[in-house]
Nanobody, 123 residues
Framework: QMQLVESGGKLVQTGESLRLSCLAS????????VGWFRQVPGAEREFVAT????????NYADSVQGRFIISRDNDKNMIYLQMNNLKPEDTALYYC????????????????WGQGTQVTVSS
């Protein structure tokens, strides 16, 4: 089993930047696609970004393209999400996840999930 723990979420102002981190344990993340999702109350959990096991291929939701950057450090078993130019609509609980499938962008493709970290962007 793989355990994932997110950190770094907090209250920020519109236009500010924030970096989320996710530490994996139990298994190495090498060989897994990893991604970030987010969810607001009453809505479905939505895809944000994903990165291939090598770090060479990334994919982003249109809403964050050009503002967010996903990265990983396989040696440290860490996954990151750099969020720039934050907007109030980015407010959500952010989850990191790991998947076996390549280019995984749907929730059902990810068997391993963290508990989430809250990001709140005030206007």
């Amino acid at each position: 089993q793989m355990q994932l723990v997110e950190s770094g979420g907090k209250l920020v102002q519109t236009g500010e930047s924030l970096r989320l981190s996710c530490l994996a344990s139990g298994r190495t993340i090498s060989g897994y696609t990893v991604g970030w999702f987010r969810q607001v109350p009453g809505a479905e959990r939505e895809f944000v970004a994903t990165i291939s096991w090598s770090g060479e291929v990334t994919n982003y939701a249109d809403s964050v393209q050009g503002r967010f950057i996903i990265s990983r450090d396989n040696d440290k078993n860490m996954i990151y999400l750099q969020m720039n130019n934050l907007k109030p609509e980015d407010t959500a609980l952010y989850y990191c996840a790991a998947a076996f499938a390549r280019a995984a962008t749907t929730r059902r493709q990810y068997p391993y999930w963290g508990q989430g970290t809250q990001v709140t962007v005030s206007s």
